[in-house]
Antibody, heavy 118, light 108 residues
Framework: QVQLQESGPGLVKPSETLSLTCAVS?????????WGWIRQPPGKGLEWIGS???????YYNPSLKSRVTISVDTSKNQFSLKLSSVTAADTAVYYC???????????WGQGTLVTVSS | SYELTQPPSVSVSPGQTARITCSGD??????AYWYQQKPGQAPVLVIY???ERPSGIPERFSGSSSGTTVTLTISGVQAEDEADYYC???????????FGTGTKVTVL
């Protein structure tokens, strides 16, 4: 059974960098699929942040592209998100997920709330 | 930027049929996916490739596509179907993923 688990600080100060990691079990990241991040501000809808293909190619939401970096560590079977220069608008539940080609996001992490506040 | 538009809310009585639309210019070229999200939980994929149903998803969930609009249909709605529903697709190049604005389904 594929499982994804987000981890990282729950509180980040404005202007700093948000860093999260998604640990994957039950499937090897290097075997395929896109691995991505999605966020959901409190009481609002889902927003795609970006994805990394198992080969290392990255795809970012144009509205966040200047601040986002997604990387993968195949030795630890995990991938990471860095979002720089955060503001209160970046407060959200952050989800990691696995997406297949023409298959949708079939596995999601449970989500982790990140609050941006001083 | 590319947008997918959904109605904010749909209300339906138990046993009736709920239809949720999602409109976007690239939908004739790109597949659509549908997710169900209940409060405090991660989304769950209920339809992929416009109309395919993942294993474990009840048959009352179905999807269809026509031009720039895709539709999620829940036939014989049950109380447990009360949730937020989101469509998801890609821009015309297939590079960027986008989520719809979301629809809250209320079972009366």
């Amino acid at each position: 059974q594929v499982q994804l688990q987000e981890s990282g600080p729950g509180l980040v100060k404005p202007s700093e960098t948000l860093s999260l990691t998604c640990a994957v079990s039950g499937y090897s990241i290097s075997s395929g699929y896109y691995w991505g991040w999605i966020r959901q501000p409190p009481g609002k809808g889902l927003e795609w942040i970006g994805s990394i293909y198992h080969s290392g190619s990255t795809y970012y939401n144009p509205s966040l592209k200047s601040r986002v970096t997604i990387s993968v560590d195949t030795s630890k079977n995990q991938f990471s998100l860095k979002l720089s220069s955060v503001t209160a608008a970046d407060t959200a539940v952050y989800y990691c997920g696995r997406r297949g080609t023409a298959a949708g996001i079939d596995y999601w992490g449970q989500g982790t709330l990140v609050t941006v506040s001083s | 930027s590319y947008e997918l538009t959904q109605p904010p809310s749909v209300s339906v009585s138990p046993g009736q049929t709920a239809r949720i639309t999602c409109s976007g210019d690239a939908l004739p070229k790109q597949y659509a996916y549908w997710y169900q999200q209940k409060p405090g939980q991660a989304p769950v994929l209920v339809i992929y490739k416009d109309s395919e149903r993942p294993s474990g998803i009840p048959e009352r969930f179905s999807g269809s596509s026509s031009g720039t609009t895709v539709t999620l249909t829940i036939s014989g709605v049950q109380a447990e179907d009360e949730a937020d529903y989101y469509c998801q697709s890609a821009d015309s190049s297939g590079t960027y993923q986008v989520f719809g604005t979301g629809t809250k389904v209320t079972v009366l």
